[in-house]
């Protein structure tokens, strides 16, 4: 299971739920960024879409889609790819129900691989993007139950 699992967080990596910047303000006293003093009360944030696409925690090509890149890594190098996913929000506003939602989406996967054969109906797709959202159109597939 360690390849479907790299997969779910390459895919949430790559396409994170919420890809647009959810600001906050700076605390009193403002705060010192990358040698830049930012006064408090002042609206910031960062991208999930940037941040996920940043070489210098996941790597060469991190626009392609490559689950490896969570299996060939090592030890201190991992944790730096989870630390910084920032699909799920970051520090004090990191989703809480983080792990849930993984455990889920495996199991959910996992069970539909077991129980179900999936081809494309289509090879056409189209995906958009409005307002950070991605929506897929016309990408249908055909489930075929599993024979007992």
């Not at 797709?125 to 024979?147: M, V």
């Amino acid at each position: 299971m360690p390849f479907l699992t790299a997969c779910v967080y390459e895919a949430a990596r790559l396409y994170p739920s919420v890809p647009v910047i959810i600001p906050r303000r700076v605390s009193a006293g403002g705060i010192v960024l990358n040698g830049h003093y930012i006064s408090e009360g002042t609206s910031i944030g960062a991208s999930p879409a940037i941040i996920n696409r940043n070489k210098a925690i996941f790597g060469l090509a991190p626009n392609v889609y490559r689950p490896e890149r969570w299996l060939e890594q090592i030890d201190e190098e991992l944790a730096q790819m989870h630390r910084y996913l920032f699909s799920w929000g970051f520090g004090s506003r990191k989703c809480p129900g983080m792990e849930l939602a993984v455990m889920m989406t495996l199991k959910l996967c996992f069970q539909l691989f077991l129980d179900f054969e999936l081809a494309p109906a289509s090879a056409k797709s189209d995906r958009s993007e409005d307002k950070g959202f991605a929506l897929y159109e016309d990408l249908d597939i055909h489930l075929t139950i599993k024979g007992n």
